[in-house]
């Protein structure tokens, strides 16, 4: 059974930097599409990043610059390191995986429904 497990959000003020963490287990975690989408109070989800299986990213054009998807797969571990945070960067963000080996654009546009499993999710908060 997969199990995806987020941590590392919390609150900080306009400018400053968090790095969100996802453990995975329960499945082969290299071979995977990866990627991690936020939902804000009101709105939909919003796909941030994606990773291959062998490491390609893409981004959501609003965090280009700003945000780094990467993963550890010795470790299980997905990373998203955000640098800049804006106020409209708060919301509560949730690690994803698709047992296709690639991600498509669709996982960033429509990450509920391209992905199959995502975590509980944790909320990040940046003040102004």
């Known amino acids: 059974q997969v199990q995806l497990v987020e941590s590392g959000g919390g609150s900080v003020q306009t400018g400053g930097s968090l790095r969100l963490s996802c453990a995975a287990s329960g499945y082969s975690y290299s071979s995977y599409c990866m990627g991690w989408f936020r939902q804000a109070p009101g709105k939909e989800r919003e796909g941030i990043a994606t990773?291959?299986?062998?490491?390609?990213?893409r981004y959501k054009d609003s965090v280009k610059g700003r945000f780094t998807i990467s993963k550890d797969n010795a470790k299980n571990i997905l990373y998203l390191q955000m640098y800049s945070l804006k106020p409209e960067d708060t919301a509560m963000y949730y690690c994803?995986?698709?047992?296709?080996?690639?991600?498509?654009?669709?996982?960033?546009?429509?990450?509920?429904?391209?992905?199959?499993?995502w975590g509980q999710g944790t909320q990040v908060t940046v003040s102004s």
């Open positions: 990773i291959d299986s062998d490491g390609s990213t």
């Open positions: 994803a995986a698709d047992s296709a080996p690639r991600c498509s654009i669709w996982h960033l546009i429509r990450p509920g429904v391209y992905f199959g499993y």
